[in-house]
Each structure stands twice: as C-alpha cells, then as structure tokens.
C-alpha cells in the first residue's frame, strides 16, 4: 500500500543495523509470552538498547508467524488522530483486514469522531484470527497525559489477538498494576537491560582484534554496570590501534564519549530543579529525598526523585522501600564533573554539607565517608571524639571501630583522649599495643592537664579505663576506687545512662571476685537496663556471663545454664552465633556440662569456642574457666600429660596477655593434674616454685580468685596429704570451707569437703572422713555435679560409697544422686591416683563382704538385696575390687575370694 506523504517512511520501519548487534536472549526470552498477554514495557535508560531488544523482538515475532508492525513515536503523535492513523497505516503493512480505513487514515480521519475510529481499529483487528503486534518505540517522545487515557481505552477493549509493546525511558503512567494482577502484562526493566558477564564477553569476543582478559572485561562490568551502550562505545575504544594496551581507566563518566552521550541524551532534556537535585546529590553514596530537601533549599525532593527513578535516570534503589538510593556510577562521575563546573557548588562543600546533616542523625559512618570524601580527617576525629566511639566495643562491633578509628590519621587521634583510648582499648585484645601497662601510663602522662581541665572528660575516661583494667590487665578490682569513681559518676548532673551502665558492669565484676552474688546480680540487671537504653545489647549480654556464674558458685547450675541459653538465642538472633561474647558464652556453658558429665557436649562447646575466645579481647575468669575444662577433658581423653599440655597453652597465653594471676592459676592447675595422675615428687617440686608451703598467702590467694577454683589452698592441702602430713591439710581445709560457706561458693565448698574427707581418711579418722563424705553428697545432690567426685579418684569413691552404705540417714533424692554417681563411676574409669593399683591388704570391710559373697556365687542384686544396698553400689565395690586384686573376670574374683577368706578368722560379717 502506498504511504501516505505526511508519514514519514522511518516511522514505520525496523531502525537499519539493530538487529545485527549481539542477540539479547535474556531480554527476548522474558519477552517470548507477548502473544499471551496485552501489553509489554520495556523500560530504561538511554543507552540500555531498548530499541535493539524491540528490533529482535520483530524478527523473533515475524518468524513466529504473528503480523507485527513497528512504530516509532515522536511529538507529533500526541495527537490522538494522527496516533491512530499511524496505527492504522503500520497495521495494514503486515495485515489485511484494514480496508477503507487505510484510506481515511491518510486523510486523519477528517469528520470522523474519534470514538468512531477507535471502534473500527478495534473490529479491524476482531476480523482476523492472526495475532497482530503494534511495537512502540520512544513511547515518552509524546507525553503521557497525551496518550495515556487513549492507550488505557484500548487496553481494556482490545481484542485477545491485538497486542502492544512499548519501549520508553520511563514507566508509561497506564494501569500495569491491574494489568499485573490479571497477568495480562510482562514488564522489562533495566536488570533484563543490562549485559550480564556472559553477555559481554561474547561483545568483545566478537571483535577479533582484540581479546579481553577475564580481569580486564571483571574490571569493565564493574565500572559500567552491564550499561550497554558504556560497553559499545569501550568496545570501539578499545578496537583502535591506539589502544592495544588499554587503560580502562579511560572509562569513566568523565570521558568525553560517555559524557557527551549523557548530556545529550540524559541531563539536557532535564526540568532545571531535577538538573538541581542531581547535582546537589551526586557525590554523595547514598541519599534520599529528605536529604536532598536539605541541600537544595526544598521541600519536594521526593517527588523529584521519584520522577528520576520513574524516568530510569540511572538513580538505583538500594532497598526494597526505596528510601534510599545512589546513582549508576558512570552516572555518578558525569554528575560530579557537572559540579566541578558548577558556580557556587563544589563536591567538597557538598560533601560536607550532606555529613552534617547525617552527622545530625547520628549516622556516624556515612558521615565520616563524606567527611573524608571532603579530606576533612580534622571533621572526622571531631566527630568521633563527640560521639564517643568507643562506645562500639559494647555492640558487637570491634571491626567498625576499627575501621571508624584507621579513617583518622594516627596524630589527630593521639591528640584527642577519647580516641587515643579507644585505640589503646581496641589494639590490646590482639596484642598489638605491646605493653598494655606502659600504653595507659603513657595516655595519663599525654593527656592529664587536659583530663584535669575537664571533669565531665576526666569523669567518663575513668569509667571506661576502670572496666578495661579489670578486663584486659586483670587487676584486682579495687573497691575503693569503684566507689570513689562511683561517686564522682553519680555527683555529676551530666552523667549518662553509658557511663552509668559501664560503672554498674566494673562493680558488678568487683562484686563477683568478692562472692557477692546478690549484689553481682542486682548490678548487672540495672547495668543491662542502661545498655539497652542506649541501644547497646551486646555490652548487656555480657552481663548474663556474670549471672550465670554467680548461678553456678552458688551450686545452682541449671539456672545457670537457662541464663547462657537465653543469652545464646538473643545473641543469635541478633549479632549471630560467631560472635566473641557467643564464644564467652560457650565456655562457660562447657564447664557447667562437664561439672554434670556431659563430657562430649563440653567438647563439642570448647572445640569450637576456646580458641575464639582467648583470641578476642575478653575476661581472665573465662579464659580459666575454659582452660580448666579443657585440661579435665584431655585428661579424660589423653590422659595426664595431655592436660599438663593444656595448661601449657594457659600459661602462654597469660604471657601474651600480661596476666599474672592467669599465668600463677595454670601453674597450680599444673600441680593439681600432677598430684591427680600419682606423680607426687614432680608436683612437689612445681609447688615449691610457686611458693605454695606459705599458707597464709595461699588463703589471701584464694580469696581474689575464688572463682578460678582450685585455689592456692586448696593444691597446697592435696600435697601435704599425697605427702604424710594430712593434719597441716586439714588445717588449711576447715577454715578454708567455712569461709566458702560464709561466702556462698556451693561448688568451692564441695570440693574443699571432699579434699577434707580424704585427708581425715588419710589421718586415720574414718568416721570423720564417711560424715564429710556425706556432707559433700547432700551438697552436689540438689546441683547435680559429678566431676567434682569423679576427678578425684578412687579412693573419695570408696569413701562415698561408704558413706551411702552406713548413712541410712540420707535424705532418698541424696541416695538417688549417689547412686547415679556410683553408676557412672563404673560406667567410666576413673582418674589414675596413687592408690589406684593398691594391694588386696587395703581392701575396706565392705569390699570384703562383696568378695565374701562374690566366693559363695551371689548375683550383683543378690548382694544388694542381702547388704540392704543399692545394686550401682554393689557394682561400684565389685569394680573396686577388681582394681585392687587387677583381676577382670568373676572367676578369678571367685578365686581370689575363696584364698583371700580361708586366710582370715573363721567368722564371716553379717548383713551391714
């Protein structure tokens, strides 16, 4: 048909050459269900190659059979006449059923109103069964208040066989919402648009001059984000013989190709207050439409906004609200080149202008990344200073700090206390202030004049230097210097809820090395309140790591262990399980499972925790914790040298770290494992080294560290009775178990208990040794340890189940608890002691009443039923037995009895 002279032949013919670029097969597959639905939008940017993906959308709908006609938009068309006419005239290029509306389409349809015209088009298309698709290209060449209500008319009354595709820069305003829930639309947006690596490799792959590496086509894609036409026009860069070593650094939005392009295609066809906002904005990472109000004088920076993000000019949502976004980063170098020219604006006064106002909002780090975009590192430290930023080892967060404080040359921060602490604070953990000591008499001697100058300043950094002494240098807590730092804390009308929360955490640490439970946890439930008032969780859930130990020297350890769960699942979900404070956590629920038996929980808990634990900045009482487990566990496993090795670690690490009291708790951890394992001369000699005959500096030892257990007492009074001088022991041990009575240590005073009742066993007061026996029984029983029996050895085991024998007095849940105890005790070897290989003359009278019956051929329940004990019992004594006669099988026990029994007095013992 002939084309009428006003309809210019382009209009309606496939732009010659898009078709033979590289094939998009992402874009035209999601655009393979056209024929299923009404309409499809592609939309994007200048330069996405929206009209190359329509161009092969043509032919791939042309070999499909469909009749498809394409249309190139421009202002003219605004006009809804000469839209349908044109509409009209591609149609009937590729299909029939058009007749005389081809003729009065030429004539714009003069005298024929246009509802008439719409109806004609509409049942032109009904008459033929073939599918007819109109392409629209450069839809927002016309307005849409222009052609929008007409396309929406259409949408809804087109027949099923007629179907649109437009292509525009921005989200034509028709009803793609309803048309989405009908699945009548398929929508293209600029991530179909852009080239995948896939796609630009094979690009360049084409052009056989020249070969990109797969850095060098990572390093493109990075700087041009998939921007097709970026990457046409670096591909014809880099196919020019100048180039054969390219510098792809050449490919910016400051290059003259790609500016060019964007001030013509893009920043040119611009309102001036859009022009304003990208300007105003463009250095800046991210921002928003408050943001931009602020910088540009203005109150409607979010509907400029929402207008550029509509209009696809490179400005990129960075959340699913989209209340914050950034510009495509060519874009973004076109945009600060635009500023550099600009009269009256500078990236640097932007910048700082747009840290001010997050620095307003307590955004401190992208205020700081603006602020050293400025090359205001003087800013930077202010900011940091004011903020106090050290307030970030409370939030699970050492590695932002880190970062915050490296963006400060190291001179600004030795100039300002705050941050010279916060670097001393943040250095010591990973031993890289050296000597942590010297460091902070060095930060005294800097910054006393200033300190004395300002008592609010002064009053905050003792605060924090308290609570870092007491952790990082593990100093005794002085309690006269908690309560004068209290005093000066709580006098002070400008004291805050940090201050407050850390001064409650340092005396709540104090209170737990002097045995004050109830204190211990009064303080750390209002410390734990501050810091969630502050937003600072992580700082608080240290305070359960207190708690829960307060639980369990008090012998309560399943409140203890509902404590470290509760703390375990808020960290969890919160700041996730690999955190410092979760491997804290851990090693202390490690013990608590140990303490109850639980040997492969405990393992399973250290394997994974102790090493994240001693490596972070952390607590001494924790590190002990964990290396005392772990040397009882590869003793269990490896035996005694295996946990000399353990305490070996313990004492490096004391070394590393500059702990004495650390390094003095591994060395007598040391003695203990030696003494345990019968190997008494070596753990003399380690004992005299640490000077352990001194008893009365042993009690003050004792005293501080409580909670490390097996004081300096309690190993020197094992070796005066592994050595013959059980008396001396028992001196040490009574007084020693009252002042853990007084004091509240459940676990400490069991343990003493026991070490008492084997050094009365040992003076000969068997009597006195069964009634501690006892005593130690109804202690554990409620708390249910076990290890603490356990690890002792054979010979407290004799004595406990003795005890259980002749104490019919025992409460029936006491009984159960020994039962289980001796159960285990047979399940399990026990540590090798001294005693563990004695002779048949040592066996006790009730062993020798279960080999009596062992020789006359009693079952294990025949005897317990006759001796009025229990059957685990009886086991236990048969076990016992055994040991002592190193025999294994009941026939040789059987025999063993019949030599043993005819060489002693005729008359046998009764039933106990």
């Not at 094939?23 to 655009?31: N, P, S, T």
């Not at 600072?536 to 130990?549: E, H, I, K, S």
Request: aromatic content about 6%.
């Amino acid at each position: 048909m002939k084309t009428p002279l006003w309809c210019e032949p382009g209009k309606l013919a496939v732009p010659r050459g898009r078709h033979h670029v590289l094939e998009r097969r992402r874009a035209l597959g999601i655009l393979s269900g056209v024929l299923d639905r009404r309409l499809a939008v592609v939309s994007g940017p200048a330069g996405y190659g929206k009209t190359t993906v329509l161009a092969q959308l043509y032919g791939a709908l042309a070999a499909r059979g469909a009749a498809t006609a394409w249309l190139t938009l421009d202002n003219d068309d605004r006009l809804e006449k000469r839209f349908l006419a044109c509409t009209v005239i591609a149609l009937a290029r590729v299909a029939r059923p058009f007749g005389r509306l081809v003729e009065a389409a030429g004539q714009y349809f003069q005298g024929i109103p246009v509802a008439t015209v719409r109806a004609a088009i509409l049942q032109a298309c009904a008459r033929t069964s073939q599918h007819l698709v109109l392409l629209l290209d450069d839809y927002d060449a016309v307005p849409d208040d222009a052609l929008g209500p007409l396309l929406e008319f259409l949408l809804e009354r087109m027949p099923a066989n007629l179907h649109l595709v437009l292509a525009a820069r921005s989200t034509p305003r028709l009803p793609i919402a309803t048309l989405t829930v009908r699945d009548e639309v398929i929508q293209i947006g600029v991530n179909d648009l852009r080239f995948a690596a896939d796609e630009a490799s094979l690009l360049f792959a084409a052009d056989a001059s020249r070969r990109m590496t797969a850095a060098e086509l990572q390093t493109l894609m990075d700087k041009t984000e998939g921007w097709p036409i970026a990457l046409q026009l670096a591909r014809a860069l880099l196919a020019t013989p100048a180039h054969e070593h390219p510098d792809l650094g050449e490919m910016t939005g400051r290059a003259a190709l790609v500016s060019h392009y964007l001030m013509e295609q893009v920043f040119q066809r611009l309102p001036v207050d859009a022009r304003q906002v990208l300007l105003a904005t463009a250095p800046l990472p991210r921002f928003n439409g408050d943001l931009a109000n602020a910088l540009c004088g203005r109150d409607d920076g979010w509907q400029v906004i929402a207008d550029l993000e509509r209009r696809g000019l490179f400005v990129v949502p960075l959340d699913a609200e989209h209340e914050w976004f950034r510009y495509h980063r060519m874009f973004q170098e076109f945009l600060c080149e635009r500023l550099r020219r600009e009269p009256g604006m500078t990236v640097s006064g932007q910048c700082i202008a747009a840290a001010e106002w997050f620095a307003a909002r307590d955004d401190v780090d992208d205020a700081i990344a603006l602020y050293q975009q400025a090359g205001e590192h003087g800013r930077v430290a202010d900011l940091l200073d004011s903020r106090r930023i050290w307030r970030l080892l409370g939030a699970a967060d050492e590695a932002r700090l880190g970062r915050l404080l490296s963006s400060v040359p190291q001179q600004l921060s030795l100039e300002r206390p705050r941050l010279h602490l916060a670097r001393i604070m943040l250095g010591a953990p990973a031993g890289a202030s050296g000597n942590l000591a010297a460091e902070l008499a060095e930060f005294r001697r800097r910054h006393g004049a200033k300190l004395s100058g300002e008592p609010r300043l002064d009053r905050e950094i003792k605060v924090f230097e308290t609570m870092y002494r007491q952790g990082a240098l593990d100093e005794p807590p002085d309690r006269a210097m908690l309560e004068a730092v209290e005093r000066t804390v709580v006098a002070g009308d400008d004291a805050d809820e940090v201050e407050l929360a850390v001064l409650q955490y340092s005396c709540c640490s104090a209170c737990l090395d002097y045995c004050e439970f109830d204190e211990c946890e009064r303080l750390a439930s209002e410390a734990m309140h501050h810091f969630f008032q502050v937003n600072l969780p992580y700082a608080g859930r240290w305070l359960d790591v207190f708690v829960a130990l307060c639980h369990a020297a008090r012998g309560q350890l399943e409140q203890a262990s509902r404590v470290l769960d509760r703390a375990r699942a808020a960290m969890a979900g919160t700041f996730g399980p690999d955190t410092d404070l979760g491997a804290m956590v851990d090693v202390v629920t490690a013990e608590l499972a140990y303490e109850r038996n639980d040997p492969q929980q405990a393992a399973a808990l250290l394997d994974t925790s102790l090493l994240r634990a001693t490596a972070a900045g952390g607590w001494i009482n924790v590190y002990a914790t964990g290396f005392r487990t772990a040397a009882a566990l590869a003793r269990l496993r490896d035996g005694p040298d295996a946990a000399l090795e353990v305490m070996s670690s313990a004492r490096a690490l004391a070394r590393r770290k500059g702990s004495a009291r650390l390094e003095r708790f591994a060395a007598v951890l040391s003695v203990r494992e030696l003494s345990l394992a019968g190997r008494i001369p070596e753990a003399v000699q380690q004992a005299g080294t640490l000077a352990l005959a001194n008893e009365a500096r042993a009690q003050v030892a004792a005293r501080l560290g409580w909670q490390l257990w097996d004081p300096e007492a309690a190993v020197a009074a094992r070796l005066l009775v592994a050595t013959g001088e059980p008396g001396r022991a028992i001196a040490i041990l009574r007084p020693l178990r009252e002042e853990f009575m007084a004091l509240g240590c459940l676990r400490q005073r069991i343990g003493i208990t026991n070490l008492l009742a084997l050094a009365l066993r040992a003076g000969g007061q068997t009597k006195a040794a069964l009634s501690e026996a006892a005593e130690a029984l109804q202690l554990a029983a409620a708390g249910g340890f076990t290890r603490l029996f356990l690890d002792e050895g054979p010979v407290l085991l004799e004595l406990l189940a003795d005890a259980r024998a002749t104490t019919p007095s025992l409460p029936p849940a006491v009984q159960e608890f020994a039962d289980r105890l001796l159960a285990q005790a047979v399940a399990a070897p026990s540590p090798a002691s001294p005693e563990a290989t004695a002779g048949a003359g040592e066996l006790s009278p009730r062993e020798l009443d279960i080999l009596e019956r062992i020789g006359r051929g009693l079952s294990s329940k025949e005897m317990a039923r006759e001796l009025r004990l229990s059957e685990n019992t009886v086991k236990f004594y048969r076990k016992s037995l055994y040991r002592k006669l190193r025999i294994s099988a009941r026939s040789e026990a059987v025999a063993a009895a019949r030599r043993l029994l005819s060489a002693r007095a005729p008359a046998r013992r009764g039933p106990a």
